[in-house]
């Protein structure tokens, strides 16, 4: 049966290049005109191409289904591009070169879909869905690691030990697993807190914005204060991110000089390096990518990195700005999560999140959009060289979509953030455009009516792509979201399900928590 399998790996491996080894792809930002797309491959043109590259998938699936991996996984890793709608990825595609290029994590063998809705609301947030696909649970618009009895803004139903929610991470760690955190917002953010908090405002990241909605703070905990104070939070063995802010009073400034928010005379991280001295145990904090290129992850047992005030770059901007040596990717802070927690004879469970994917959709930056997303994608790369399929479970999804749109029908080489064709009236549109937020006049003004869109002012980064409804920010999506999987018993992840399945699954693969 072994040797049937890698035999079959092995055709579909050479009829794959056979068939897709373009060899060289457009370079991203300049297209080809369709001749010349004709004659540098003309392999496209031919029936057989096409039959080739179907056999070769079939050959592929049919090696998947004999290889079906049933083995207990010892590591899960769960990344999620947050926003990273179907959308975003097809779009990516086109960013890294052609339509016919592959995101890496759409080579993993098992992909299926999740439903994203909160319980009270059809479009969902990025804190109804960590408790989802962290928890197991469905809750309400705003909440994180609570349940549907919790309403947003609620002082004290949060405090309500039956209301609360258990995170995968808790799951892990009570099995014995080290477990930690990686993002490219506030660790404080929605996304990552939904790993190790419990709260009824996403926004209550410190005492001050808890006691500005007029609950007390000492009774109300903000969430800063659950990652240092309460029990996933303090055993959490990695915590990578940005938002030094929420850690710190405003009396103290950060180590670029910026006051922080808190109103308690706290200082966090100085408490969390505290805990760990008295505990015994090998503990560094770090602010800076220079700092993390010095740790030792053979002698570090807890890692605290916190890289910004509030958010970590866009990983374009980083290019842009030159800030590579002093702002880490999300491929960096990866690598250095895994090294530390591969140390565990047990295993380990990592959430990475790729954050700001969804915050350029906000502000309708889509091509910054589609670069994090590259960037995360080569985070996952990373994730599965460093870790083997044999024993390492990873999960690629999203905790919703956005509005973005790929529309018109442009030439399949024009650049996917550039111009799709004119309309009726004669005037170009844009290929990527989305149903609302703040570009709305960007395509349109009352005195001119559609505006005339250049090709020029869409190369630049900021420049906010056309809508259809004029709002402040953009809105998510309600589309189902893509879940791709790779690893022991990937298989669990074909099929449309509950966002909410998605932990349980991954619990079942490593038997942990409840669904052991």
Not at 103 to 122: A, M, W
Not at 257 to 267: C, F, K
Not at 385 to 408: K, P, Q
Not at 424 to 451: C, I, K, M, Q
């Amino acid at each position: 049966m072994a040797r049937k399998v890698i035999l079959l790996l092995f055709i579909a491996a050479w009829l794959s290049a056979s068939v897709s080894g373009h060899g060289d792809h457009p370079v991203p930002g300049r297209a080809l005109d369709g001749q010349t797309y004709a004659i540098k491959y003309p392999e496209e043109q031919q029936t057989q191409y096409w039959v080739d590259k179907a056999q070769a998938k079939i050959l592929s699936k049919l090696a998947e289904a004999q290889a079906t991996n049933t083995n207990k996984a010892k590591n899960v890793i769960l990344f999620l591009g947050d926003g990273m709608s179907v959308h975003t990825v097809t779009a990516t595609r086109n960013l890294l070169g052609d339509s016919a290029e592959q995101v890496y994590f759409e080579g993993f063998p098992y992909t299926g879909l999740s439903k994203t809705y909160c319980v009270n609301r059809q479009v969902a947030d990025s804190a109804c869905t960590a408790t989802a696909y962290l928890g197991g649970v469905k809750a309400n618009y705003g909440t994180i690691g609570v349940n549907a009895n919790v309403t947003r803004y609620s002082c004290d139903a949060a405090q309500y030990e039956g209301n609360q929610v258990l995170s995968i991470a808790q799951w892990a760690q009570a099995a014995g697993k080290d477990a930690g955190l990686v993002t490219t917002a506030r660790v404080t953010h929605a996304s990552p807190a939904g790993v190790y908090a419990h709260i009824a405002d996403r926004n209550w990241e410190n005492d001050w914005e808890v006691a500005n909605r007029g609950c007390d703070p000492e009774q109300t905990i903000d969430i800063a204060r659950q990652l240092v104070e309460q029990p996933v939070g303090q055993g959490l063995k990695v915590i990578l991110g940005g938002g030094r802010q929420m850690f710190i009073n405003d009396t103290f400034r950060d180590e670029e000089g910026i006051p922080g928010l808190r109103n308690d005379g706290r200082h966090l991280i100085n408490d969390w390096l505290e805990q760990k001295k008295e505990a015994n145990v090998s503990a560094n904090y770090v602010w800076s990518r220079k700092g993390l290129s010095l740790v030792d992850p053979e002698k570090t047992d807890y890692l605290l990195g916190l890289f910004a005030t509030s958010h970590l770059p866009y990983n374009g901007d980083r290019i842009r700005k030159r800030s590579q040596l002093a702002d880490p990717s999300l491929s960096e802070l990866t690598e250095a999560a895994i090294r530390v927690l591969s140390k565990s004879s047990e295993g380990f469970f990592l959430f990475v999140e790729g954050a700001r994917i969804d915050m350029a959709h906000h502000d309708t930056y889509a091509r910054r959009s589609l670069e994090d997303t590259a960037e995360f994608a080569n985070a996952v790369k990373i994730a599965r060289e460093l870790t083997s399929d044999e024993d390492t479970l990873i999960v690629v999804t999203a905790d919703h979509a956005h509005v973005m749109s790929i529309n018109g029908y442009p030439e399949r080489t024009q650049d996917i953030t550039g111009l799709a064709q004119n309309a009726d009236d004669g005037l170009p549109y844009t290929t990527l455009s989305y149903a609302n937020g703040p570009g709305y006049y960007n395509g349109y003004n009352r005195v001119e009516g559609r505006a005339k869109l250049k090709a020029k002012s869409l190369d630049d980064a900021d420049y906010q792509y056309p809508t259809l409804v004029p709002l402040d920010a953009e809105t998510h999506g309600g589309d189902d979201v893509a879940v791709y999987a790779s690893g022991p018993y990937a298989q669990y992840f074909s099929g449309t399900y509950e966002q909410s399945n998605i932990p349980a699954l991954m619990a079942r693969a490593a038997g942990i928590g409840p669904y052991a």
